[in-house]
């Protein structure tokens, strides 16, 4: 399986992090200081670089806004429930997991990796169905954390959510008419947070599985965040809270 990502930032954290790139195209017409450090480290690491036309960037990204850098790469590895915890492990870290109850928005799931990769999360774990996997514009929203937190695909949520209550982990989960607000709750723990779809929010077999529910405290009149923003303001209490322990 191969696809293409666009985007400066994109392709370097690519070419960074190691992931298999076949080759890189690069508008003729693109700014010198744009592709410069790209041709360097693709020099680097052996990848061919060509020159081309900005319509067959164009037709190779469609949909992607590539800037005038496109690279070929390999399909992206989803890992295992077990390596995120391994992960976790290694860094001798309490566990703190993402999962996402069918998003559907790329670029909610690109925002989401920004975000995990910046407050430390150990990895997100997604369904096959319904629910939107690591697309190009994934890649291009999470401005290359996609390269760095590592996504799991399971076939059934609600038996991972089992799974990772038998290993310690507290499951919280997103809900408007929570009882209690995410500042008067103890996120120091081992956690796996979940955010819910876009429009429905968290399923209901999905909330029945959760050790308790949170809610944001709203003070407008539309009183419902993004999706991503949601998961930021809930990663980053985790992490504050986290430090405060120290």
Same mark, same amino acid.
């Given at each position: ?16 992090? *190691?992931?298999? %790139? +076949? ?7 693109? /700014?010198?200081?744009? !592709? &410069? ?10 990848? %061919? ?13 469609? *949909?992607? &806004? ?5 690279? &070929?790469?390999?399909? @992206?590895? @989803? ?14 870290? /309490? ?12 670029? +909610? ?25 690591? !697309?190009?514009? $994934? ?9 760095? =937190? ?8 609600? &038996? !991972? ?12 989960? !997103?809900?408007?008419?929570?009882? #209690?607000?995410? @500042?008067?709750? +103890? ?33 407008? #009149? %539309? ?5 991503? $923003? ?7 209490? =985790? =992490? ?7």
């Amino acid at each position: 399986m191969e696809e293409f990502i666009g985007g400066k930032h994109s392709v370097l954290e690519a070419l960074r992090s *190691g992931r298999t %790139i +076949n080759k890189i195209w690069i508008a003729e017409q693109a /700014q010198k200081q744009l !592709t &410069q450090p790209i041709i360097a480290e693709a020099k680097q690491n052996g990848v %061919i670089v060509q020159f081309a036309d900005k319509r067959k960037l164009d037709q190779m990204a469609a *949909g992607v &806004q590539h800037q005038g850098v496109v690279a &070929q790469v390999a399909a @992206y590895e @989803y890992v295992e429930v077990e390596d995120l915890l391994a992960r976790a492990a290694e860094k001798g870290e /309490q566990p703190f997991l993402l999962i996402l109850d069918e998003i559907e928005d790329p670029h +909610n799931l690109g925002s989401i990796l920004r975000s995990a990769d910046c407050t430390g999360v150990h990895g997100v774990i997604i369904p096959k169905r319904r629910s939107v996997g690591l !697309t190009a514009t $994934v890649s291009k929203t999470s401005a290359g954390a996609v390269e760095y =937190v590592p996504v799991a695909r399971v076939t059934n949520l609600a &038996q !991972t959510i089992e799974q990772l209550k038998e290993q310690g982990l507290w499951i919280a989960g !997103t809900d408007v008419d929570a009882k #209690q607000h995410v @500042y008067a709750t +103890n996120l120091n723990l081992p956690i796996a947070i979940i955010i819910g779809n876009e429009s429905k929010g968290v399923g209901r077999l999905i909330k029945e599985k959760c050790d308790f529910l949170l809610k944001l405290p709203m003070f407008g #009149q %539309i009183n419902s965040l993004n999706a991503s $923003v949601a998961a930021s303001v809930l990663m980053y209490e =985790v =992490v504050r809270q986290r430090m405060a322990a120290h």
